[in-house]
C-alpha cells in the first residue's frame, strides 16, 4: 500500500510541491507537511546525460505531475483525521502513519476517525507515530505517559499509563492491546468499564485485555499489585535483604548505570553473610548504586567491592549487612527507572 507521512515539527520545512497544514499547539508552531508520491519511470533512475532531452511542454507536465499529491485507493473508507493539538483542531485527509514531532515538555493530543479514537497525555515524549487503524508508538527518554484508545470495531476505551524509556509499541485489536518495549515495564494503571487496576510487570511485552486484566505474551494473567502484595507473608517480607516492597525504584545515572544498578537488585542472590562480614580486607569499591522509591525517599544502597562477589546493602531502617552475590537472572522483580 502506498502511504504518505504527515509531520508535525516545530520548524516549519517548506519544500516545493508539498502541501501544508499549520497546528498551533500552545506557543509552538508545527507544520503538518504532506509528502508527495510519484510513480517511478525508467526515465526517472536515468542520470542527467543519459535521459532523453524533453521538450519545453513535456517540462511543464512533469513540474504540474509533480506536484499532485496521491491519496492511497484504499485511503478513502477512512475519511479524515480529526486532530486536536494541545486544544487547537484540525482536519486533515486520512494518511497513514501520522507522525508528530517536537512536542515540547508535555504531550496533549487526540487523533479520531472512522474506526479509531487515541489520546496520548505525558510529559518528555519526543514523538507519537499513529497508524489509525492499527496503533501507536511512543518514543523518547524516561517519559511518562497515559493513553486512551478505542478497541477495534467497537466505541469501548481502554485507558493505562505508565512509564516508559525508548520505543514503546501500542496495537490494539478487538479483545485486546499489546504492548512492547525495550524495557520492563514496571507500573501500570489500567481504567476499564469504571474499575482502576494497578500492575507492577517486569516484563518487555504484555497484554492488556478488554476487561482491564493484563496477561504476558504466553497468556500467562498477572496479578494485580495489591494481589502481589497481599499474598507475600510478614515473615518473607522481613526476609527481603532490601527490606522494601516499593512497586518501583529510580536510579541516578546513564543508561549503562541504570541497568547495572537493575541487575544488582534482580538477577543476583545474596547470602552467605557470615563469610562475608569476615572480608574487612575489602575497602576498594568498584560500583556504588542508591535506590530511591517513588515518593522520592532512599530505600536502600548496593556497594559492590572489588573483590567482585562482595556486596553490602544498606537499608533506610539503618542496617547494614555483608554478602556474597552469585548471578541468578529473575532472583528478583524491581523495575528500574532513571531518577
Known sequence: MKKRVITIAAAAVLVTAISSYM???????HSVLANIINETTEADVLSDHEKPAASETE?????????TIVIPDDAERYGSINISNGGTDTEIDYTDPVIFNDLGSNTDL?????????EIKGSSIDSVTVHPQEGLILSGTDYSY???LSLEDSDKKIVFSGKSDGELNI???RSEISLDSKTVFGDINVTADGENYHYQINATSCN?????????KDGTKIST????VNGISKEALAENVFHTIEPALFVRGNSTAIANAAAYINDFVYDNEEAASALTDDTAISEYYEYYGEKGNLSFSITIFSSGNHARIITSDGEVHDYL???QKGAHCYPVFSL
Open 146 to 148: 497515559e493513553i486512551c
Open 23 to 29: 497546528i498551533i499547539c500552545g506557543d509552538s508552531e
Open 225 to 228: 499489585a495489591l494481589e502481589n
Open 110 to 118: 487526540k487523533i479520531s476517525g472512522t474506526n479509531f479514537y487515541y
Open 325 to 327: 552475590i552469585e548471578a
Open 171 to 173: 496495537s490494539r485489536s
Open 59 to 67: 517540462t511543464e507536465t512533469e513540474s504540474e505531475e509533480a506536484s
Open 208 to 216: 492488556i485485555e478488554s476487561d482491564g486484566s493484563m496477561t504476558l
